[in-house]
């Protein structure tokens, strides 16, 4: 079976400026893969690169075996790759029905939106009671749960999550890292995940990887990383 | 009592014109974020096409105006394609698109006086029937003014809120960044949105030309009324729009009740700076379309 991602040589900024430099990276499918990293390391980049919300200046995204570089996000979403962006990422003067109903826009089949508003609503159910509510009047942890059954509205098979926990307090990190794990259980979704919370971003994931000024530091065992020495010398 | 009960009549018609002005110009700007200027000149497209039609090609008054709706529709699709999405793809400021706006303006009124001659050019043979109500006159395009705003604002509201354009309409106004995240195409959606903008100011424009005919800058103050309309009501906002524009023609007409008629085209603009300091939202802001 092929990897489900791989990034060779991925170099990507803003401008004249490049953030992310040379990365590599394999992603096998079924696996959780966390990307750590300081402010300003490149995480939200790569991201951004790999999904085609930026054009790169140089590297190579593959997906399942096929070329994906330089893609737009919508031919993205129909192979099956979806981003959920960082800072509660939903329409916030739309209702969540409306919002999951656009996380699905790349369904045409009125079914499968029904069947997977139906699944969103098992995993947070929550959202089921809100449905009609605006989502920015949403709490922060619930606004994060509708970003996540966003993305899972168009039936990804590699889920990128851009720092998930952000702003949100201790248990409703918990609650999220949960529902990934989740997620990543019961529908198969291959998991990338970018995290500043070290503690959480090491325990949901199988593999964790650094980065520093945009260039890779880590790749390999969370547990070997959640070495305390270890850590202090990479951050 | 009979001169307000006229210019109220006159208020509600010309309201009507200034709702659906700020209905088009609301959507585009509520969805792009662009303060799209060349509108002036593509209502005046409408109008030109609507009068070719209906005097060198003779067509029926109702094909004339349908033509007029197209033809401003491509216009402003074309404008967003040739001219506005370049910019945005080159990552211009919004300032670069505003004054980039300016200048189409400015260089589609000099072609549009090149094509037809500064001259007014109206449809000769068209006369308004008028109906005599009590004390006050009702002609019969105030009345289908009237009739076109409930049927652009009953379409428009079904249309965003039944239809898969529309809902990617309404995402792109909320959030253009998760518009793209979630598969919408941007592109396409913005010349959408510039094709129907265009097409709910073009039945305003041919309104404007059966009542007072076509000039190459007939659009010069529309635009301004527009943005006024829209940001009074609240931008993006159906109501709004209608609100905002039943308000600024009724002010307007009222106003010369009491005010000299030289400081008509003034009142709009003291109604926007009043606005705007008791409700800087614009009166209906934060109602769904």
Not at chain 1, 82 to 108: D, M, Y
Not at chain 1, 206 to 231: C, F, H, Q, W
Not at chain 2, 272 to 281: C, G, K, Y
């Amino acid at each position: 079976m092929s990897a489900r991602l791989v990034i060779e040589g991925l170099n990507a900024g803003y401008g004249k400026k490049t953030v992310v430099n040379g990365v590599d990276l394999v992603v096998e499918p079924g696996e959780i893969v966390t990307v750590l990293g300081h402010n300003g390391a490149g995480k939200t980049t790569l991201l951004r690169g790999i999904f085609g919300l930026i054009r790169l200046k140089s590297g190579k995204v593959g997906f399942d075996g096929r070329d994906i570089t330089g893609r737009s996000p919508s031919d993205n979403i129909l192979d099956g790759v979806a981003l959920v962006p960082q800072g509660h990422g939903i329409f916030r003067s739309l209702t969540v029905q409306q919002n999951l109903e656009l996380g699905g826009f790349s369904v045409t089949d009125k079914a499968v939106i029904a069947e997977r508003i139906a699944r969103v609503f098992g995993l947070f159910p929550i959202l089921e009671e809100r449905h009609r509510q605006i989502g920015g009047t949403l709490s922060g942890g619930q606004q994060q749960m509708l970003a996540i059954g966003m993305a899972l509205m168009s039936g990804p098979r590699l889920l990128i999550l851009d720092e998930p926990s952000i702003g949100l307090a201790p248990l409703l990190v918990e609650r999220v890292m949960d529902s990934i794990r989740e997620i990543n259980a019961e529908l198969g979704t291959t998991i990338l995940l970018v995290e500043q919370n070290l503690k959480q971003g090491l325990a949901v994931a199988n593999r964790a990887i650094v980065l520093n000024r945009g260039t890779k530091l880590y790749d390999g065992s969370p547990a070997e990383l959640a070495d305390e020495g270890r850590l202090i010398a990479m951050f | 009592m009979d001169l307000f009960a006229q210019l109220l009549v006159n208020g509600l018609g010309n309201g009507s014109r200034y709702a659906l002005l700020g209905l088009g110009f609301g959507l585009i700007f509520g969805t792009t974020r662009i303060v799209h200027f060349a509108y002036g000149p593509i209502y005046a497209v409408a109008a030109y096409a609507a009068w070719l039609a209906a005097s060198a090609a003779g067509l029926p008054l109702a094909i004339s105006a349908a033509i007029g709706v197209a033809g401003a529709a491509l216009a402003g699709a074309a404008v967003y394609g040739l001219a506005y999405r370049p910019f945005e793809a080159r990552g211009m400021s919004s300032h670069s698109v505003l004054i980039l706006s300016l200048a189409l303006s400015i260089v589609l009124d000099s072609l549009l006086t090149l094509a037809f001659t500064p001259s007014v050019q109206t449809i000769p043979e068209f006369t308004a029937p008028i109906f005599i109500l009590g004390p006050v006159y009702v002609t019969a395009l105030q009345l289908g003014q009237i009739a076109a705003v409930v049927a652009v604002a009953a379409i428009l509201t079904l249309f965003l809120r039944r239809t898969r354009y529309g809902q990617a309409i309404l995402a792109l106004g909320d959030n253009r960044d998760m518009a793209r995240i979630v598969g919408i195409d941007t592109d396409r959606i913005s010349l959408v949105v510039f094709a129907i903008g265009s097409a709910v100011s073009a039945i305003a424009a041919v309104f404007t030309l059966l009542n007072e005919g076509a000039t190459p800058t007939m659009g010069f103050n529309p635009v301004f009324i527009a943005f006024v309309v829209a940001v009074v009501g609240g931008l993006g906002s159906i109501p709004g729009a209608i609100a905002g524009g039943y308000l600024v023609g009724l002010v307007e007409s009222l106003g010369l009740w009491k005010i000299p008629t030289e400081w008509q085209n003034s009142i709009a603009f003291v109604l926007l700076f009043l606005v705007m300091l008791v409700r800087p939202q614009g009166l209906f802001s934060g109602l769904k379309r």
